[in-house]
């Protein structure tokens, strides 16, 4: 398991949304995850990386009430308190 520092955990899902497709220079805090043409299996696969990487599950409800990249971030952070 990996440190979950909030720079460690911001980088994460940065680089693991920048994996389904958008450019990593276009995955911004304020992004929202439609502009990124991320959808419902692409965070299914997130939640997966983050069960991996932090020890932590993460919903279908909780990934429901995502919209931008930092509420991922955010919600990852909440799950690791």
Avoid: N, W
């Avoid at 520092?5 to 220079?25: N, Q």
């Amino acid at each position: 398991m990996s440190i979950a520092t909030r720079d460690a955990v911001a980088s994460k899902v940065v680089e693991t949304l920048a994996s389904f497709g958008p450019s990593l220079d276009d995955v911004r805090p304020e992004a929202t995850l439609e502009e990124l043409d991320i959808d419902s299996l692409d965070i299914a696969e997130l939640a997966q990386v983050v069960e991996d990487e932090y020890g932590v599950a993460i919903s279908g409800d909780d990934a429901a009430s995502v919209t931008t990249v930092r509420d991922c971030i955010d919600l990852v952070l909440g799950k690791l308190r």
